[in-house]
């Protein structure tokens, strides 16, 4: 284990993880690994009463919003650990893209986009995908994107091609990266 910890809430977390990574998803890795995701998920979604008891559920998000409230190097920190199976980090609702489609509903989702869709996701109901990445253009650059959201009335009407969305299978929504002022690709 880690001898070296950022905070004492940290070393706290830490050692309540990894005795939940001793006992509930190392001991399932090789069975999971030759299940179909979906049930492996349905199996994952059991476990997260007892992973929310850890203390460790949603770490980087407030804890006036359901999480942790870790920073950045705590998070860090506690990744690691996670790290160690590509399971727990879904077990503890802190996966990618969740983790950052979490963060921006928080400060950017207005009422009804919280609701319907920061809510469920905090609670590990549902998953979320999330779409940059276009064919036409190199790699991930948000200055050169080609789709475009234009708003008629009131809503955006989305044009472009995306690929490589992450996470996209079994998510039950998406946050797409569109341009909004064409002028301001300079």
């Known amino acids: 284990?880690?001898?070296?910890?950022?905070?004492?809430?940290?070393?706290?977390?830490?050692?309540?993880?990894?005795?939940?990574?001793?006992?509930?998803?190392?001991?399932?890795?090789?069975?999971?690994?030759?299940?179909?995701?979906?049930?492996?998920?349905?199996?994952l979604r059991g476990l997260r009463d007892k992973a929310r008891a850890t203390g460790a559920?949603?770490?980087?998000?407030?804890?006036?919003?359901?999480?942790?409230?870790?920073?950045?190097?705590?998070?860090?920190?506690l990744s690691e650990l996670l790290g160690r199976s590509p399971f727990a980090h879904l077990a503890f609702n802190c996966q990618a893209p969740d983790a950052g489609n979490i963060e921006l509903l928080l400060q950017h989702g207005n009422p009804a986009q919280r609701e319907r869709f920061?809510?469920?996701?905090?609670n590990g109901d549902i998953r979320s995908c999330f779409a940059m990445t276009e064919?036409?253009?190199?790699?991930?650059n948000p200055i050169r994107m080609g789709t475009t959201a234009v708003k008629e009335g009131g809503e955006y009407v989305i044009n472009g091609h995306k690929w490589f969305a992450?996470?996209?299978?079994?998510?039950?929504?998406?946050?797409?990266?569109?341009?909004?002022n064409p002028e301001a690709n300079s």
């Open 135 to 140: 064919p036409e253009f190199a790699g991930s």
């Open 118 to 122: 920061l809510t469920p996701l905090l």
């Open 166 to 180: 992450t996470a996209a299978d079994g998510a039950a929504f998406s946050i797409v990266m569109a341009n909004t």
């Open 57 to 77: 559920w949603n770490p980087p998000i407030a804890e006036a919003e359901g999480g942790a409230g870790l920073s950045l190097l705590e998070f860090g920190q």
């Open 1 to 43: 284990m880690v001898d070296v910890f950022a905070t004492p809430k940290l070393k706290r977390l830490y050692e309540a993880v990894h005795t939940f990574m001793e006992s509930e998803i190392y001991p399932n890795e090789a069975r999971w690994f030759r299940m179909p995701f979906r049930e492996v998920e349905a199996e």
